[in-house]
């Protein structure tokens, strides 16, 4: 007992382990073992959880500097895209009278002060984007929401404008119109890509005649005239049309020349001829000043048929009409607007032109 007390206390100050508890030497030197490995792993655990907290921050402050500087760049774009169209496509589509939208759309001029925006290049006189013969049919079902979409540059009230080069010409197309919703959703799933594809400056009008007294076609087109101007003074040319005629070639371009225009010539209705010599019905283009000096259109003619000749013979025999002229057109025209309606399309104006007279109508 004597030899192992001794050993005892001889191993005390160098193992440091308890005399009077009798512990064995190599129990307390396993327990100090697994003591020091158990601080060393929760150490190291500390400093994972450390080194992730870090990376977790850095991560976090990288991403929202991206999430702000994207902001920054979409709302420096934003105003761009609610002000202005976007750019019509040169290339065939898979239907070739629909226009693809274009990415490329040009800054929103900013109310800060700042250098002037470089003035746009005059637009070609032979559009680049044009396909030529098109596929017309009239059976495929035609929502005015899918027109729209087709058409995402075509402002409110059918309003557009070449955002790549300054056209030398701003159009209104006058539509007379009553009861034709049918061809109308046509016309403007046709019409509005031709008409971005010829890079044309224009306005679309729907002239709209109220009630149902006898239709007076010529004297709808005097009152899209007149009202057109009272929307944009700088229209110049005027595409007099007919909703339920639509071009079979985009190359037939839609602008005034120093004589009027009948881009009509030839229909399948009539076998791709016209139906008599002099015939200047269907669509027809005059410039503003062609159309004052004829004193526009005839307001007598009530019913289909019969102004177009009297049209006709206004530029052609304008002495044997010179009395006629100056009585009967747009000078002479009388009219109430009824309402005025801006669809994504086209501008509705809904007038009350009043009634034929007691005698038989002209035509």
């Given amino acids: ?171 209104a197309v006058i539509i007379p119109f009553r009861h034709r919703e049918h061809h109308l959703r046509y016309w403007l799933h046709y019409l509005h890509p031709i008409l971005r594809r010829q890079r044309l400056r224009y306005g679309v009008y729907v002239i709209n005649q109220h009630g149902e007294d006898t239709f007076n076609r010529a004297k709808l087109l005097n009152v899209g005239f007149l009202e057109a101007l009272k929307e944009d003074a700088t229209y110049d040319c005027f595409i007099f049309s007919d909703v339920d005629l639509v071009p079979m070639d985009d190359r037939n371009l839609y602008r005034c020349g120093d004589q009027p225009r009948h881009f009509a010539i030839a229909m399948d209705k009539f076998g791709f001829r016209l139906p008599y010599a002099g015939y200047f019905g269907g669509v027809s283009g005059l410039s503003k000043a062609q159309f004052l000096r004829i004193n526009g259109f005839p307001n007598e003619y009530w019913g289909w048929g019969g102004e177009d000749d009297d049209i006709f013979n206004r530029f052609t025999k304008i002495q044997n009409t010179k009395l006629t002229m100056k009585r009967d057109g747009i000078g002479s025209v009388r009219y109430q607007v009824l309402e005025v309606s801006r669809q994504p399309l086209f501008t509705n104006i809904t007038v009350d032109i009043g009634r034929p007279p007691s005698w038989p109508p002209r035509g």
């Avoid at 004597?2 to 191993?11: D, K």
């Avoid at 759309?105 to 984007?129: I, N």
Wanted: glycine share 8%; net charge positive; aromatic share 6%.
């Fill in 1 to 171: 007992m004597a030899v192992c007390v001794e050993e005892q206390r001889l191993c005390l100050p160098a193992a440091g382990c308890p005399g009077p508890s009798g512990r064995p030497a190599a129990a307390c030197g396993m327990s100090r073992l697994l003591g020091g490995t158990l601080e060393r792993v929760c150490k190291a655990v500390l400093l994972l959880c450390l080194l992730h907290f870090l990376v977790a921050v850095i991560l976090y402050f990288d991403v929202y500097a991206q999430h702000l500087a994207f902001f920054s760049r979409f709302s420096a774009r934003g105003p761009a895209r609610a002000l202005h169209p976007a750019a019509s496509s040169s290339t065939n589509c898979s239907r070739p009278n629909t226009t693809a939208p274009s990415s490329g759309l040009p800054e929103a001029p900013s109310a800060r002060p700042g250098p002037t925006a470089p003035a746009l290049p005059p637009c070609p006189d032979s559009p680049p984007g044009l396909v030529g013969r098109l596929l017309i049919e009239f059976t495929s079902p035609m929502p005015l929401e899918r027109v729209q979409r087709e058409n995402p540059g075509v402002l409110l009230g059918g309003r557009y404008a070449p955002p790549d080069c300054t056209p030398a010409q701003t159009v």
